[in-house]
């Protein structure tokens, strides 16, 4: 072989293992910021602080006497919450503990209630109040890797369908003649509507869903071009071997659309029409992707990111208590 050739050969071989080097701590790199909570640069932190675009976007709300009750409502909820409930603890199926707070009602009525991503169950005050005021016994899990839960990496749903699982056994355990709703907003909402796939006992009545994605490919490669200006291929690949190797579930797995097709359940979907962080067009994707017999959607214009309850509670409210209430008596 020629001296020239060997030298291009080399050359061109030094270049791929760089490019390689690069890709690898890059993926490592996107992982650890989506689903590792306690890293020095995380999207957790951006999207506590706020700094995500899309989160809470939308026209500014006008401050009408609903949206002001509801406002009044939400505040006495949080001193509700911090002073009422009994914390519960439930053994994962990894070993480790999931932790939340129960507020007890003596009906055989029970509403699980899942927060979102970067969020904790103190976030889900507001609604914890609203369904133990209609005579619900309350339970509000922090999700793996969130308050005081155990766990390294966030599950983004697909981990947390389990969770909801252990969850409800726990609650007919201990009443058998339980009848549960499932209710989650945003990652929450990703996880119930994950969970409507499995194998549910008879004692869920319906489920309730707000503002949650598709899957975890759709939203992260949405987040890796909105936060970083890059295409999905091949960083989001990357990521997603290093989720699979590290937190057990790659990005392509973890599908809302593909468990929806085995739901069975009655499902209430949620969205708000501004809401650009999980755009408003994967509310038909997962609304078409449901099996179930019975299912219906609320849209809510002009509200961002989780925002929908505060944008109209009005109509939220009386659309999630009429369709709970043919369900569950």
């Known amino acids: 072989m020629p001296r020239w050739l060997k ?8 270049l ?30 951006l999207f506590a602080r706020g700094n995500v675009a899309g989160t809470g976007d939308g026209p500014d709300t006008p401050l009408t006497d609903e949206v002001r009750q509801w406002q009044e409502y939400a505040a006495d909820a949080a001193d509700w919450f911090d002073a009422q409930g009994e914390q519960v603890e439930l053994l994962a199926e990894d070993g480790s503990v999931r932790r939340g707070r129960m507020f007890t009602r003596q009906e055989h ?18 609604y914890a109040r609203m369904f133990y005021d209609m005579g619900f016994t309350v339970l509000t899990p922090d999700a793996l890797a969130h ?39 945003s990652m929450g909402g990703a996880a119930v509507m ?3 796939g499995e194998e549910l006992p008879e004692n869920v009545k319906c489920i309730v869903e ?9 939203e992260f490669g949405l987040q890796l071009k909105n936060i970083f200006h890059m295409p999905t291929f091949p960083l989001l690949n990357t990521a997603s071997l290093f989720s699979k190797l ?25 969205h708000g029409e501004e809401d650009t962080f999980v755009p408003y067009e994967m509310l038909d994707t997962v609304y078409n992707a449901c099996a179930s017999p019975v299912k219906e959607k609320l849209t809510v214009p ?22 709970v209430q043919r369900f569950v008596e």
């Open 7 to 14: 030298i291009l050969l080399i050359t061109a071989l030094s």
């Open 246 to 270: 590290r937190a057990g579930y790659s990005f392509g797995e973890a599908s809302a659309v593909e468990q929806l097709g085995r739901a069975r359940v009655p499902m209430l979907f949620i």
């Open 109 to 126: 009525k029970c509403a699980i209630l899942f927060h979102g991503y970067a969020g904790a169950s103190w976030q889900m005050a507001p």
């Open 302 to 323: 002009g509200a961002g990111h989780g925002a929908a309850v505060g944008t109209n509670p009005v109509l939220y409210w009386n659309t999630v208590i009429n369709f």
């Open 210 to 218: 707000d503002c949650g994605y598709s899957s975890v490919w759709k």
């Open 147 to 185: 308050g005081d839960s155990d766990g390294k990496y966030i599950g983004m749903g697909w981990l947390e369908r389990s969770d909801v699982l252990g969850w409800i056994r726990l609650l007919t355990d201990e009443d058998p003649q339980a009848r549960i709703v499932l209710f989650g907003v």
């Open 194 to 196: 994950m969970a409507a």
């Open 16 to 45: 791929l293992a760089a490019l390689l080097v690069v890709l690898l701590l890059a993926g490592n790199f996107l992982f650890e910021f989506a689903l590792y909570p306690d890293g020095v640069f995380t999207m957790s932190d």
